[in-house]
């Protein structure tokens, strides 16, 4: 008998076949094992999240812009897929470097770091990017804070945010994507990427005043004001935190949650801290749909959107 209580339901192993789309992959893993499974799980999750009445609110961290992925990000915008945006200002910088013409290049970890400082191109993991590339960002932001200053001398960061959308040309741009549809974008700590740089060279001459409690005030009533709320966090950091932390002054845990981490949680970091360990703050609901899908999110992200972005056409 008690064998039986644990043996009810067989592993049932994956049967590739040709023409076979993402979602129909996502779902054949839901008979497996480990990872496979919890994609299945993370997939249903947000069809679930984003079919049902749910807020969804979307952090972003890690360089995943630069990774190639603001148009997976775009497409769940356009889609509306995605009602509040965090993201860390690094994915926005490189967003707005996109978007002015410039672009990441393909490269490699196995180079000589110190002749790419000669040849002033700057690293991140395998993506090369020139420092003209900043040059451009440089100069156009210091440009759009001359243009905000002429008309306030105060301004939120979801604004600010706002501001740099409404002047991108760019169909692929986060920023823009999420001026277009209506979508706030929260970079909590802008100043640690070069748009707090450049915003502080420009004040050596003027006092624009960013008002960051504006921000706090937005997005705790976003959650307060809805009717459940659910979560996708790619990667932690910064934004998942300041997603989580709404529910403490609204006393709402949060309904669904999927996060995509290569981060583990034994070191006690929030990145790698479980969800689970979240419902101890109530952050995360005690009945809450949820998983942690360990993978790389360059890898888990596309076929999330596109399993998603197939079973809402699909209506299943």
């Known amino acids: ?50 079919t049902s009445d749910a807020t969804v609110f979307m952090g972003l961290a890690g360089a995943m812009v630069p990774a190639g992925m603001r148009t997976v990000v775009c497409e769940l915008i356009r889609e509306g897929c995605v009602d509040v945006l965090v993201s860390t200002g690094a994915n926005m910088v490189h967003d707005v470097i996109e978007a002015l013409g410039h672009h990441h290049y393909k490269g490699t970890e196995n180079v000589d770091d110190v002749h790419l400082r000669q040849c002033n191109i700057n690293r991140i ?40 959308g409404a002047r991108l040309d760019d169909e692929n741009s986060i920023l823009r994507c999420a001026h277009e549809h209506g979508v706030p974008v929260y970079c909590p700590a802008v100043q640690d990427s070069s748009f707090g740089l450049q915003g502080w060279l420009f004040n050596q001459t003027h006092n624009l005043v960013l008002d960051a409690w504006a921000d706090m005030r937005e997005i705790i009533d976003t959650c307060y004001e809805a009717s459940s709320v659910g979560a996708l966090f790619v990667g932690g ?40 360990e979240a419902q101890s703050w109530g952050k995360v609901s005690e009945n809450a749909r949820r998983v942690v899908v360990y993978s790389d999110a360059t ?8 399993s998603l972005l197939e079973r809402l056409r699909k209506g299943k």
């Open 125 to 164: 993991y395998d993506v090369f990017l020139p420092e003209s590339s900043y040059e451009a960002f440089e100069a156009f932001a210091l440009e759009v804070y001359e243009d905000i200053y002429a008309s306030r001398h105060t301004i939120s960061i979801r604004e600010l945010m706002d501001e740099f």
């Open 237 to 276: 950091g910064v934004p998942k935190n300041f997603i989580l932390q709404t529910t403490i002054v609204t006393s709402k845990g949060f309904d669904y949650v999927v996060q995509l981490t290569m981060d583990r949680p034994e070191p006690g970091g929030l990145s790698g801290a479980t969800l689970e």
């Open 299 to 306: 890898i888990t992200l596309p076929m999330l959107a596109a």
């Open 1 to 50: 008998m008690c064998e039986l209580q644990y043996t009810h339901e067989p592993i049932s192993p994956v049967k590739p076949v040709a023409n076979m789309t993402v979602d129909e992959l996502l779902s054949s893993y839901r008979g497996c094992a480990f990872g496979a499974r919890r994609l299945a799980e993370a997939a249903d999750i947000l069809y679930e999240m984003t």
